[in-house]
Each structure stands twice: as C-alpha cells, then as structure tokens.
C-alpha cells in the first residue's frame, strides 16, 4: 500500500500540520506502508487557468508546465492520499487549493447523475485513491472544523472515493511548542496510532476517532488555559506596545 501526503502548509517541515503528518506517516509505515511525504511550499505550482484544455488533449495534459505533472503522477500512484492543512480562514491553506484545483485534468468533462440525483463529472479512468485528511488550527476548539468537514463529504462525492481518516486538531500552536511537549508526544502516538489503524483495518476507527477529538489536555476548560498562554505569549513578543 502506497500512501502520499500533500502538506500545504506555507511553514513546510517547520509546521504544525507536519507534526500530526510525521506521526501518522510513521504509524503507516509501521504497519507496512510505503509513505512518502510531499511539501507543497516546495513546489511550483502555478493557479489554473480554468482553460479546460486538460479536458480537450487525449493524454489529459495541462498548458501549465509546472511542478503538476510530477505531482498529478504522484497522487494517482497511491492507494491511499493525505491532504494536509492549516486552517486558513475556516478553510484549507491556499497552497492545498490550488493543488486541488489542478488535479482537474484527472476528470472528465461529461456531466453524469450521482446516486443521490445531483449532477457530476465521472473520473477520467482508472481507481481514485482513498483520502485522508489532516488539519489543525490556532483556536482551541474543534468546532472552527465544520467547513472542513463538509469539504471532506464533497471532496469524497466529488472524486467518487471517501475519507478513511479526518484527524483534526484544534490548538494547533502547541503543536511545536517545547512547553508542550509532554502534551504533544501523548496526542502524536495517538495520531501514530491512527496511522497504523488506516493501513491495518483500512480506516480510522470510532474509538480512536473519538480519542483525536478530545482536548490536548483532558481539562473542561483546556480553550480558556490555552486562550491565557497565546495571550502571554502575545504580550511577551510585543513587549507591552499596545496593538493600533
Ligand atoms: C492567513 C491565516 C489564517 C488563519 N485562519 C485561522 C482560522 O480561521 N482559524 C484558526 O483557528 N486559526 C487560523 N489561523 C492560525 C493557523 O491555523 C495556526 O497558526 C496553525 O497552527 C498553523 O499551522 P501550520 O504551522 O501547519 O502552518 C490562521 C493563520 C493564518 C496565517
């Protein structure tokens, strides 16, 4: 099984997304994955055109001579596809959209029906990988996740597969925060766990599911404690000047 994860974080290798990729990469790994690990602030990857030629050339190519076609290569070599993200305005970064926008040559211009009677594009050929998805945001609740949540149930309809795995974090600034770290070696073997999970069983279970949603630290009021850190460490980095 061959699982690839498009982290696009402009942060890179420094990020907090990496923190729960690496743990769950390593987790698949351990059940016998081969895993590779794509960062797309490295890449190239020029905004689609929205020209359709990818839809009008037989071998499905793109105008854009980019970085895309190693990446287009990569992600239909997969089994299993990671789509990893901080939250950017309720939404995935935009590194990852642009990405997801230039997998179009991948579709198929012709309109069909879906089971539930709406319109959509059949895949151009071939098995769509399986998706997982990896997120994590500045606030502490896991409820700034809905948009994402309901891209995931699109994205799936869409591309006609489904998430074996959605693992959000909210509170991600902890994530490399060495004051943190106790906390965060416990959820990362937790995601590591996960990892093992979808390669064993082929998705995420309702019990680890529900572990990766519970706070970083098991207090009823983990916002309000972690709302005071960011706001100390805020007035630590502006040395008192106040905010315009
Ligand atoms: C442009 C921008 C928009 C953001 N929007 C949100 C947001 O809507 N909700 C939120 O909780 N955090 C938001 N954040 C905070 C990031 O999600 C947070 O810093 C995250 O830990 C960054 O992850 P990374 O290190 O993987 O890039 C935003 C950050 C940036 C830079």
Known sequence: ???????GSPKGK??????MVGAFL???AKAGADVENVFLAEKKIDHCLGCFQCWASPAAECVLKDDMAELIGLFSSADIVVFATPLHNDNISSRL????DRLLPLGNPYFAVDAGGETVHPNRGGECPTFVMIANCGFPEQSHFQVLRL???RMARNYKTEFVAEIYRGGGAWLTEPAAAEVVARYTDLVREAGEEVVAAGRLSEGTRRRLEEPLIPSPDFAGIYRQA???YWDEALGGRKQA
């Open 230 to 232: 960011v706001n100390r």
């Open 151 to 153: 891209l995931a149930q």
């Open 14 to 19: 420094e990020s907090n997304t990496h923190v």
């Open 26 to 28: 390593e987790g698949a």
């Open 97 to 100: 959209k642009i990405f997801i």
């Open 1 to 7: 099984m061959k699982i690839v994860a498009f982290n």
